[in-house]
């Protein structure tokens, strides 16, 4: 490891990111604002990111030649999304600092490993067994009933590389179809509202939540976003402490978003970790004081951060697939945020963009 815990970059400095989507894209938009350039690393053409940043390096997260240059422009590395390979995260390491830091991505990018995390601070999780072959299932469906879902212990997203089994005999098909030697079966929780927060911690361990916001997925997608949430305020103290308490074990520098589940007796139960921007955090755009974006750049860059209190309630809807041909509409609307990503091709479950209704 680098020494770098006094690191505090001045306007002008480049900040690299890997990953080359919207989350990147609207981090680079946040980052200008603040004086910074953003060097994108991307195995893909066009990407949302590239459009607004200073400079793009297109290549394989495995080539070194192109990740030692990348470093060496950058003074500070981070990433937009967690499946980035942890051996690019690490080589990258060796050259300069990258945050938050690939012990915290390795976490991020296991369901299990993420669970034990969780529960080895006291954090409360869905029943989980983890599972690498067919009977191993079968023994953890024995133990944890269904309704269960079986997932991937890697690489899901947007509901990808999950399975639900209703009952024991929708088992084996689920089992072929996810055809993987690393999964966990975890109970099904019957909750009353997920939720999410976003939280923020600096080189200096200054902290800063967002209030916690309620998630309605539709096809496992996340669909709309209420900032705040509409839960007791003994359930919104629960989730902060969540969040409170992983960013300090994780000794975190930079964002974190936590999905949860609110069950009917109030209790929070984590479900997944994210060390990036978060969809859910959308909303703070236009809704709060600073946004998620901002905050993040100012956590990676070693400055203080931004004050995180809501401003205005906020509905954030995703415009998904083709439902971003409305975007005309919602210029037209009043108090009506859009935001749109750019993307070449709208295609069937794509996040295009979103609108912020605040107030
Ligand atoms: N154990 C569970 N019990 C009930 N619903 C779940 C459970 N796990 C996931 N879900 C539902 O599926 C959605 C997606 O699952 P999640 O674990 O967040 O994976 P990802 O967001 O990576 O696809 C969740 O937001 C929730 O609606
Ligand atoms: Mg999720």
Known sequence: MLENSKLSLSPGAIIGILGGGQLGRMSALAAARLGFRCHIFTPENNSPASHVAFKTTIANYEDQDALRSFANESDVITYEFENIPIETALFLERLKPIYPSPSILAISQHR?????????????????????????????????????????????????????????????????????????????????????????????????????????????????????????????????????????????????????????????????????????????????????????????????????????TTKMVNLIGDAVNDWPKYLGTLNAKVHLYGKAETKPGRKMGHVNFID
């Open 112 to 312: 299990g490993s993420e669970k034990k995390f969780a529960t080895d601070h006291g954090i409360k999780v869905a029943p989980y067994e983890l599972v690498t072959n067919y009977t191993e299932l079968e023994r953890a469906i024995t133990k944890l009933k269904t309704p269960s879902i079986l997932k991937t212990c890697r690489f899901g997203y947007d509901g990808k590389g999950q399975e639900k089994l209703s009952d024991p005999n929708s088992a084996k098909k689920a089992w072929e179809k996810l055809a993987t030697n690393d999964a966990i079966l975890e109970q099904f929780v019957e909750f009353e509202k997920e939720i999410s927060v976003i939280i923020a911690r600096n080189n200096n361990g200054a902290l800063e939540a967002y209030p916690p916001v309620e998630n309605q997925h539709e096809n496992h997608i996340l669909a709309i976003t209420l900032a705040p949430a509409k839960i007791e305020e003994a359930t919104a103290k629960q989730a902060l402490e969540i969040a409170r308490t992983l960013a300090e074990a994780l000794d975190l520098i930079g964002i974190l978003a936590i999905e949860m589940f609110v069950l009917t007796n109030g209790q929070v139960v984590m479900n997944e970790l994210a060390p990036r921007p978060h969809n859910s955090g959308h909303w703070s755009q236009d809704g709060a004081v600073t946004c998620q974006f901002e905050q993040f750049i100012r956590a990676i860059s070693g400055q203080c951060l931004g004050s995180t209190k809501l401003v205005k």
